[in-house]
C-alpha cells in the first residue's frame, strides 16, 4: 500500500506561482511514475504532468513552459512547480503513483483569480 500526501495548494493571482508537494509512504519501491492530474466539476480528470522512476517527464500541452514536475528520491517526494498561472489552471490537483496499481492523493485545490 502507498500514501500519497500533498501540499501547496491555494488562492494565486494570474500570473502569479505556486508549488505542490506530493510526499509518498508505504510500499513505494516499484512505483514506475508519479505525477499530477487535475478535475474541475463536470469534466474528467486530466494528467498535467509526469515523472517517471528514470526521470523522464510528460506534460499536457496546456502547461508545457509553464509547469515544471521534479522528484527528490531521496525524500520520496514530488514537486509541480507551476508559474504564470491561469484561470483556466483552477482545479483540484491529485498526486498519482503508478506501480502494481493506482494510487491517489486527497487532492488540493488550485484555484487562480483573473
Known amino acids: 500500500q502507498v500514501q500519497l500526501v500533498e501540499s501547496g495548494g491555494g488562492l494565486v493571482q494570474a500570473g502569479g506561482s505556486l508549488r505542490l508537494s506530493c510526499a509518498a509512504s508505504?510500499?513505494?519501491?516499484?512505483?514506475?511514475?508519479m505525477g499530477w492530474y487535475r478535475q474541475t466539476p463536470g469534466k474528467q480528470r486530466e494528467l498535467v504532468a509526469a515523472i517517471t522512476s528514470r526521470g523522464s517527464t510528460n506534460y499536457v500541452d496546456s502547461v508545457k513552459g509553464r509547469f515544471t514536475i521534479s522528484r527528490v528520491n531521496a525524500k520520496n517526494t514530488v514537486y509541480l512547480q507551476m508559474n504564470s498561472l491561469k484561470p483556466e489552471d483552477t482545479a483540484v490537483y491529485y498526486c498519482?503513483?503508478?506501480?502494481?496499481?493506482?494510487?491517489w492523493g486527497q487532492g488540493t485545490q488550485v484555484t487562480v483569480s483573473s
Open positions: 508505504g510500499s513505494i519501491f516499484g512505483l514506475v511514475a
Open positions: 498519482h503513483a503508478h506501480g502494481v496499481r493506482d494510487y
